[in-house]
């Protein structure tokens, strides 16, 4: 197994632990006091000392236990856990600036803030570590950073004000995302290859989505778009509208967003793409290159960033997710390609969400997969291998092998959460147990809201108090020797926090070698069979409405509530600007749902398109499914509004090259918006959309024009307007209400908004612009005074506009205009700057921010 181990951990000195120790002993004591119902326990959300609790004694026994980390390195981890996370993000590469913003860190920034380090010697000191700011070395390109600062400092403190803003506006932007740097690795063993077809099975909040649409995206020539696609799926449809967000910023026309249970993700039906040309391709299963399985999890390998954990944490959070974990494998490994690789991924520690899955999947799947080697790949992350065995706790025992597993708790406890897998006779079973640890003795595995009324709240059985009583009982087995797995989980990557100061995170990675059927899997049919009058009320509703289609699901008693599973994706979702979450919640819910109702009535289980009839059937319908929960994406070819708008703009024909524009409206009379789909995309919804289809789409396409009314209300040639994700994809084909500007000019336009036209520093350019067209247009800025039109490629910047009676106003947000500001004066810098006499930018940055601010 490649990479190395423990560093950072063996190096910490004994002051710092004797530190630590007394740390914890004073939270631990402050919380008692403060809290006088919590007499056994750390639990108290009350303290003046802190907010959250920071030990969870049954945390501690369990994974000491469980031999995750060596008993002299013990120390180095609890003590990074009680730290804060720092900051990471991540450069989108395809963005425009992304080289400028590159160099801006690795210079400007780096410089500067290393600088300040003087100044800001204690916050830095904590983390043990020299520089404020350093890119991620096992990240390709210096494209991900790391900042020393967690997100509360650079919140705080005023001398990383600049660095903060930066940041907040750079990840607005979707220049860079904000991502925990473990939760970046997950893609990087995809192999992901611009043609290829991928699944995201548990998406939301879409950090790893951005990512693989950045490596679909990344080499495509510009102008063109990449032959594969992603379909990024998640059952909570509230944290659909965060992938969303999070994705739209990406403004790629080659993602499917879809709301299923993805352990029934279904099977979509798809022409054979090397036949397509032909219109001939045979219809075969959509089959993924590539499987992205980021399950849903207990979490703790986020505790850094949501200390909250501490508090609620216990062994039945694990041991109840763990056989949805399998079932999601399990599908993803269906819908996988022969040859394709999947990656299965957690951020929690637990051997029984983690080694467990992955063995019971390769019991299942018998030769038709390999767990792969990956120890060449990245050889920069730190990564430690797989365990091989492990025990599973359960309502204060340790259980070695299934034949420990008292009857009562075979429902629960299952075979394949053990090393070996093996199921016993239910004879076998320790009947006795029961009577010395009879269940309500303790709170492990008791549903969440129970837990809260317990007085000493359940958690920590382990408490002080209780540690002596249940040590008897939490000895590993008698009657069993501790099971070790035979298959090779040595693979698998185990990142552990104090390795290189991240959070902890598990990985690993599948090739699928045939489509063997599964192996033998009647021993787990078994347990359903039992347990199939017991389904669960906690989970989310979507998995009760479709309970007959069940294989096997948590038991109630051990089936997280919702909230405190899958805590990496919780805390990711502030991410997301607050203000922009809530306009595409605006955006993207309600239009939707006004379309849905306006549109589509069931009949006899069927949705019926009124648009359509209304139409004469006129329009055709394009795809229509059951799914009446977010949007059922009513698009259609609407020849007559695609064809004016092409005129407007003189949209050469070889647009829309392989791709389709396609409308979709808000009421029953009006296209409001049209999208623009991939060859990739469009192939997909052909063929799974049409009425009685089951893809549950939330989101698709990208919005290339937009419905628009001029201020006065007055009717123009052409009512839409370019929008601005679509922009760089139009670019090239646009012949007509396109103006080149000057430098001075496009700042002023950004700075001031509307600007009339005998105002413009070019006359010329103003009377240009009076002779356009009301209504949108195109301004590109042209450098250095070349002649028009200019040649138009990847580093081509223009913005949406509208030319009204007197003036032209840009359509570009007051964030987007400032971020473009910033983005030229460093990027003309860059340039080595023959533009600085023309330009003078920088001098009127200050004056555009106001500008900006107060328009
Ligand atoms: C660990 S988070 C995923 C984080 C995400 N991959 C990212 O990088 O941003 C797990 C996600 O699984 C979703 N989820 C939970 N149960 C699911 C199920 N049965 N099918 C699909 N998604 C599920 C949760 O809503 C949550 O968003």
Redesign the pocket.
Known sequence: MGGGRGGGGQKRGRTQRRHFRNHRDNVWKKNKSDDSTATTTTTTTTSTWGPFATQNLAFENYYKEQSIVAEDEWDAFLEILLKPLPAAFRINSSAQFFEDIRSQLETDFMNSLNAEVVALILLVADSGEADAIRPLPWYPDNLAWHSNFSRMQLRKNQTLERFHEFLKRENETGNITRQEAV?MVPPLFLDVHPEHFLL?????????TFQLLEMIHQSTEFGLLPAGMVIA????VQ?CNLLIHQTKRMCSANLIVTNH???HFPSCRVKDVSEMETGEGRINELMFDRVLC????SGDGTLRKAPDIWRKWNAGMGNGLHR?QVQ?AMRGLALLKVGGRMVYST?SMNPVENEAVVAEVLRRSGESIELLDVSIELPELIRRPGIKKWKVRDRGLWLASYKDVPKHRRGAIVPSMFPSGRTYDVETAPDNLEEVNPPESNQENANPSSLEKTPDNGNNVDSEQGLEQLENLATPSEASELEVSDLPLERCMRILPHDQNTGAFFIAVFQKLSSAAAVDTSHLSGQLTKRQDELPNKLADGIIEDAHMLEIEPPVDDANDQQSI?S??AS?ADLADKSLKEDTLKLDSSGICEENEADATETNGEIENKSEMSKGGKRKLQMQGRWRGVDPVVLFQDEATISSIRAFYGISESFPFEGQLVARNDDAQRVKRIYYISKSVQNVLKLNLQVGQQLKITSIGLKTFERQTSKEGTSTKCGYRVSSEGLPLLLPYITKQILYASLADFKHLLQYRTIKFADFVDSKFGEKASELMEGCCVIVLNHGAQASPLPIDASTIAIGCWKGKTNVSAMVSPTDSQELLERLCVHLEKKGNSLAQENNHCDSMADAEEAVATS
């Open positions: 939760s995201d099975m548990c998406a939301a909040p879409g950090s790893k799926n998640d059952l909570d944290r249970e993805a352990q980021d399950v849903p999890c949805l999601i951020c899958c990496e994706a990711d």
